[in-house]
């Protein structure tokens, strides 16, 4: 079972930066970041499976990177908007041709204000 722990959200205006740390206790074929706005609906924000890929909504302002010797990934986001608050979690899954996330962690919260 890997364990995922989440940290770094916080409360930021627009146009501001945050990095998010997860830290996690193997590395598994896919790892990424997603996140839950009120009322809506879980999304992928960035997955790292047999390549890279970002959601259209944060392409250029965020990105992902991986520092395994301390098994941890990050999640460094710019240039803010208001609609990127939410809960953000990091999930790791296995790769069967797609991604199965099946591990999540308890998320942290992002609060952009305008």
């Known amino acids: 079972q890997v364990q995922l722990v989440e940290s770094g959200g916080g409360s930021v205006q627009a146009g501001g930066s945050l990095r998010l740390s997860c830290t996690y206790t193997?590395?598994?074929?896919?790892m990424g970041w997603f996140r839950q706005a009120p009322g809506k609906e879980r999304e992928g924000v960035v997955i790292?499976?047999?390549?890279?890929r970002y959601a259209d909504s944060v392409k250029g302002r965020f990105t992902i990177s991986l520092e395994n010797a301390k098994k941890i990934l990050y999640l460094q986001m710019n240039s803010l908007k208001p609609e990127d608050t939410g809960i953000y979690y990091c999930?790791?899954?296995?790769?069967?041709?797609?991604?199965?996330?099946?591990?999540w962690g308890q998320g942290t919260q992002v609060t952009v204000s305008s």
């Open positions: 193997y590395l598994t074929g896919c």
């Open positions: 790292i499976g047999r390549s890279t």
């Open positions: 999930a790791a899954g296995d790769w069967y041709g797609t991604c199965d996330f099946k591990h």
